[in-house]
């Protein structure tokens, strides 16, 4: 299993990233997906799930409205679309699969 965070980086308040993970190693159609987050000296928290086939998605309280779980099957990668970004969105930005599968995260970093 491989997951590869990409589409971080700095970012005003106010403004816009897209976050892709694309996977391999397994069959992601049959997969539900996650993103967690991790900020600067605290705990790794949840931030969104997706379905296997994209019928159902769900949010971190603090997100909803302003965040967007996507994934395409055929190319086999998850998104994160982050519009109205705060200072407090900023963490590392971790793609997650059951069973304890991580990649390597993806730095987003909201600030003037």
């Known amino acids: 299993v491989q997951l590869v965070e990409s589409g971080g980086g700095l970012v005003q308040p106010g403004g816009s990233l897209r976050l892709s993970c694309a996977a391999s190693?397994?069959?992601?159609?049959?997969?539900?997906m996650r993103w967690y987050r991790q900020a600067p000296g605290k705990e790794r928290e949840w931030v969104a799930t997706i379905d296997s086939a994209s019928t159902s998605t769900n949010y971190i309280d603090s997100v909803k409205g302003r965040f967007t779980i996507s994934r395409d099957n055929v190319k086999n990668t998850v998104f994160l679309q982050m519009n109205r970004l705060k200072p407090e969105d900023t963490a590392v930005y971790y793609c997650y699969k059951a069973l304890g599968f991580w990649g390597q995260g993806t730095l987003v970093t909201v600030s003037s």
């Open positions: 190693g397994f069959i992601f159609s049959n997969s539900v």
